[in-house]
């Protein structure tokens, strides 16, 4: 089944204290991107990712780290997490050539709680 | 830059009622448009699309036709159910080679039986 695989589903934790959300997906896209959402404010992109090692900021970065050294996947690093951080997050991908016309296939979503 | 603006929610309606979101946006050029639904505890999922002006994009009952006058692509279903409970998302994506989809604040959707 085609699907973008985000892990964890849940995530509690300090402050400071280092993570990573995974994410990976099958359909050999080139193109994936992590969003966060926030009540009011819908979806907003952290990163993007172009294809392997080719990694841009999107509207709101700060805070955040991403690689991409595989096709497949596409972390997103949270360094020294803050409680400003505390959201949903998704990661999406898609073909470059079908991205006009089909969008993305977004994750299921990890929930990130930082207190 | 691009924008999207949805209507305000949350929206509430009775089983078998007819459901209009607004969506309207500001790109240049020819951008393609999309909604995307959010059921409870899942992630977003296509639910229609329009890439040219006056397209009409449908799926499940669900219709929105992409009006270039008017820069607006409406999400209309005849008879909603409980089921389609859920937020929903205008989005687009512009064609001047930014891969980036831009989103509406999401409209979430209640119907009572």
């Known amino acids: 089944e085609a699907q973008v695989t985000q892990n964890p589903r849940y995530l509690i934790t300090v402050t400071g204290k280092k993570l990573t959300v995974t994410c990976s997906q099958n359909?050999?896209?080139?193109?994936m991107s992590w969003y966060r959402q926030d009540p009011g404010l819908g979806l907003r992109q952290i990163y993007y990712?172009?294809?392997?090692?080719?990694?841009d900021k999107g509207d709101v970065p700060e805070g955040y780290k991403v690689s991409r050294k595989e096709k497949r996947n596409f972390p997103l690093i949270l360094e020294s997490p803050s409680p400003n951080q505390t959201s949903l997050y998704f990661c999406?991908?898609?073909?470059?050539?079908?991205?006009?016309?089909?969008?993305?296939?977004f994750g299921s979503g990890t929930r990130l709680t930082v207190v | 830059g691009n924008s999207v603006t949805q209507m305000e929610g949350p929206v509430t309606l009775s089983e078998e009622a007819f459901l209009t979101i607004n969506c309207t946006y500001t790109?240049?050029?020819?951008?393609?448009l999309f909604w995307y639904v959010q059921y409870p505890g899942e992630g977003l999922q296509l639910l229609l699309k329009?890439?040219?002006?006056?397209d009409k994009g449908s799926n499940k009952g669900f219709e929105a036709t992409y009006r270039k006058e008017t820069t607006s692509f409406h999400l209309e279903k005849g008879s909603v159910q409980v089921s389609d409970s859920a937020v929903y998302f205008c989005?687009?994506?512009?064609?001047?080679?930014?891969?980036?989809?831009?989103f509406g604040t999401g409209t979430r959707l209640t119907i009572i039986p």
């Open positions: 989005a687009l994506k512009d064609d001047f080679g930014n891969e980036k989809l831009t």
């Open positions: 359909m050999n896209h080139e193109y």
């Open positions: 790109a240049t050029g020819y951008p393609s």
């Open positions: 329009a890439t040219k002006a006056d």
């Open positions: 999406a991908s898609s073909s470059l050539r079908d991205l006009g016309h089909y969008g993305y296939t």
């Open positions: 990712s172009m294809n392997v090692e080719v990694t």
